[in-house]
């Protein structure tokens, strides 16, 4: 994917995200769109998850916590 994490600090984090496709076919062009965002996903909710409580590591969406240890609760 190659990826690449710019700059961070405590508001932001800039990510280098290469735009040019291998492929010329639209399908082939709009999967690897779909992997790089769900990439950059990842790498934000990593960063979330560390800047928890660690005696918490609980976030909330959608009225259900979730801890890191992928179980659910609901609110």
Do not use: C, H, W
Not at 2 to 20: F, H, Q, R
Not at 44 to 66: D, F, S, Y
């Amino acid at each position: 994917m190659n990826l690449e994490i710019v700059e961070k600090n405590a508001d932001y984090i800039i990510i280098k995200v290469p735009t040019e496709s291998k492929e010329q076919k639209f399908i082939k062009t709009e999967e690897e769109i779909e992997q790089k965002v769900n990439e950059i996903g990842r790498i934000l909710t990593k960063e979330a998850m560390e800047k928890l409580n660690p005696k918490e590591k609980i976030l909330e969406r959608n009225g259900e916590k979730v801890t890191l240890k992928k179980s659910r609760k609901r609110v």
